[in-house]
């Protein structure tokens, strides 16, 4: 089997790589608060740029796009699966969602960050701009990139 961190992120093709995709999503940013399946999915799923890294059909690390307006992009629902952490996976997924920004000519990008994910994008060049939303308990902040 190819090693996870040598895979490049894609579109999810499938009905089974989208059930792993969402799975992922569920496992890595609902489940641990008890949120019901199904809470993982929101209203711009039909308009955003869903990328993954497979192994076989099942998703190891998930992202999303979407466009705010004509210049701003919004990246969400960022998880790797936690036997796969800390081999890249997400720098990964986050370079190729703001290349697919670029490529559809967006000057930056945003996103909500838990406190515990805050260093990994400062890491990426992002800046806090704002606090976040205060969601189930867990502390967010507003952090913004210019591409």
């Known amino acids: 089997m190819t090693d996870p961190v040598a895979r490049v992120p894609r579109s999810p093709n499938t009905a089974a790589e989208f059930e792993s995709y969402y799975d992922l999503r569920w496992r890595v940013l609902r489940a641990l ?3 019901p399946r199904g809470s993982e999915r929101d209203e711009f799923e039909d308009v955003a740029h869903h990328l993954a890294i497979f192994s076989n059909a099942t998703a ?3 992202g ?7 210049s701003i992009g919004q990246i969400r629902a960022m998880a790797v699966d936690p036997a796969h952490q800390k081999r890249g996976l ?3 997924i986050l370079n190729a969602l703001e290349a697919e920004a670029q490529k559809r000519g967006l000057d930056q990008v945003m996103l909500h960050a838990r406190d515990v994910a805050v260093l990994f994008y ?3 060049g992002y ?3 704002a606090p976040g939303p205060f969601s189930w308990g867990i502390k967010h902040f507003e952090m913004s990139k210019q591409l």
């Open 33 to 35: 608060w008890e949120k």
């Open 60 to 62: 190891l690390a998930t």
């Open 64 to 70: 999303r796009l979407h466009q705010r307006d004509s």
């Open 90 to 92: 997400g720098s990964r």
């Open 122 to 124: 400062e890491k990426h």
């Open 127 to 129: 800046e806090v701009v």
